[in-house]
């Protein structure tokens, strides 16, 4: 470990002793509870008071300087930690082993090789367009590669079916205050992907089959965001760097350069910031 390297380290570490001390004035906040739905409460401007799910993976508290995911602080994560093991943390409630943690990252690689979605993309004006606009075009040309979700052999059964489109906010019904979301996702559900039978007999020996949705969103919207970064600057698509890490193979798909190990670090723990509390967009909508 070179001593730039450290020195971060060190400089992460300091900033954790400066936030104790100074919100070592605030209460202590009381333990969050189970809460026992449906619940009234009263909303005050900008959602205040709002209470509009309940998580186990991120925990904020402003006054006290706390962002914790699955129990761990976040000063600790990015002193001691990469992307892939904090990511690996969100998903599962827990770090990896060096096992899981190999084959988490090869899994990340593999399913950063999207040379259809990427040919696809490019027959649009990607160079002319938003990021964010182009992001959503290529999320969705990835969904057409790995998922059957847009072909008829996608269509749900009638009993699964909802009364309006899943893009859409499902209202027909009134709310009754269920214990578990609509959308709820089941890490056991992997029927809408497409695999051959030998793919299917190697996901049943994994743990995590149930995420491999969330691997290839992780692995996938990296790529897209690096490809498209290279063609708003004139130049082609690069893909993943096998001997890179997460953050090392963004920035090498976006500049073309290897990067250095202190530049890598660095992306690591900007990348690191990947969750809070609540995504408020959907809940505002």
């Given at each position: ?278 995504w408020q967009t959907p809940f505002r909508t």
């Amino acid at each position: 470990m070179s001593k730039d390297i450290i020195h971060i380290k060190e400089i992460i570490l300091k900033a954790a002793q400066n936030a104790i001390q100074e919100t070592g004035n605030e209460p202590e906040p009381e333990l969050t509870k189970k809460i026992d739905w449906p619940i009234k409460c009263s909303v005050g401007p900008g959602l205040e008071g709002a209470i509009a799910c309940e998580s186990k993976i991120g925990y904020v508290n402003g006054s006290k300087g706390w962002l914790v995911y699955r129990g761990y602080n976040i000063f600790d994560l990015c002193a001691y930690s990469n992307f892939e093991e904090v990511s690996f943390l969100l998903l599962h409630g827990r770090l990896p082993n060096s096992c899981e943690l190999e084959t988490y990252k090869q899994k990340l690689i593999n399913y950063g090789n999207l040379n259809k979605t990427l040919r696809l993309l490019m027959a649009f004006p990607v160079e002319k367009m938003h990021v964010m606009a182009a992001l959503r075009l290529g999320t969705n040309l990835m969904r057409q590669e790995f998922t059957i979700l847009d072909t008829e052999e996608g269509k749900p059964d009638i009993n699964d079916a909802i009364a309006s489109d899943e893009d859409s906010i499902a209202m027909e019904t009134i709310p009754f205050g269920s214990n578990h979301a609509v959308y709820e996702f089941d890490k056991q559900d992997t029927r809408w992907f497409k695999k051959t039978k030998a793919e299917e007999k190697a996901r049943q020996s994994i743990d995590s089959i149930g995420f491999e949705a969330c691997y290839h969103l992780i692995a996938g919207v990296s790529v897209i965001v690096a490809a498209i970064s290279r063609i708003h600057s004139g130049k082609l698509p690069l893909e993943p760097n096998p001997d890179l890490s997460f953050a090392g193979n963004l920035l090498y798909m976006i500049s073309g350069k290897i990067p250095s190990p202190i530049e890598e670090r660095i992306m690591d723990y900007c990348s690191s910031y990947i969750k809070d509390s609540f995504w408020q967009t959907p809940f505002r909508t």
